[in-house]
């Protein structure tokens, strides 16, 4: 039982350039999310999904695209690289409506 | 605007003595929060939690209390050990809601030896 993984570990874009991170859980839980933690800063949510083919903005959603074709992976894209997306990115997943499972994060400079 | 604040970024404690870690919120829409742990290059893990309609709740050395009226949530660790060096972050969520969770910035707890 892996819980969720988490794929890049470390990346350096530099500006203008795409990429996916890409997020897997093996627990079958319905509700996924993704944050982005600045230094100093808690967790801001980008995006979450209640379900696969369902996905919300969160507070922190420009710049950022996902999808969810399956119950399992919740990838996010970001298209156009930019500066201010330098950060740790964790995806989580949970259950239900309380405790989250968070995988072990991606590091992204942008430069 | 940080509807969950947490006023201190760093405490030290020495080993065997309790730890207190503080979070006040602004919103009373919130009605579950949870306390999760982070070391380094890992993501979260999470601790404790407790629901609105409580005001305690305690797990082995970890106890939360929730005081609702002063909008006030605390993380007692007793006694502290040095592996609980650690960023803690109080998270809280809104009734009902799948739009999860709303953290606090962080404590980095030090447990001295």
């Known amino acids: 039982n892996a819980g969720v993984t988490q794929t890049p570990k470390f990346r350096i874009l530099k500006i203008g350039q795409s990429m996916t991170l890409q997020c897997t859980q093996d627990?079958?839980?319905?509700?996924m999310y993704w944050y982005r933690q600045d230094p100093g800063m808690g967790l801001k949510l980008i995006y979450y999904s209640v379900g696969a083919g369902i996905t919300d903005k969160g507070e922190v959603p420009n710049g950022y695209n996902v999808s969810r074709s399956t119950t399992e992976d919740f990838p996010l894209r970001l298209e156009l690289a930019a500066p201010s997306q330098t950060s740790v990115y964790f995806c989580?997943?949970?259950?239900?409506?309380?405790?989250?499972?968070f995988g072990p994060g991606t590091r992204l400079t942008v430069t | 605007d940080q509807q969950v604040k947490q006023n201190s970024p760093s405490l030290s404690v020495q080993e065997g003595r309790i730890s207190i870690l503080n979070c006040d919120y602004t919103n009373s829409m919130f009605d579950y929060f949870l306390w999760y742990k982070k070391y380094p290059a890992e993501g979260p893990t999470f601790l404790i939690s407790i629901s609105s309609i409580k005001d305690k709740n305690e797990d082995g050395r970890f106890t939360v209390f929730l005081n609702k009226s002063a909008k006030h949530l605390s993380l007692h660790i007793v006694p502290s050990q040095p592996g609980d060096s650690a960023v803690y972050f109080c998270?809280?969520?809104?009734?009902?809601?799948?739009?999860?969770?709303?953290f606090g910035s962080g404590t980095q707890l030090t447990v001295l030896p």
């Open positions: 989580a997943s949970s259950p239900d409506l309380r405790e989250q499972y």
């Open positions: 627990m079958n839980h319905n509700y």
């Open positions: 998270a809280a969520r809104f009734s009902g809601s799948a739009r999860q969770l709303t």
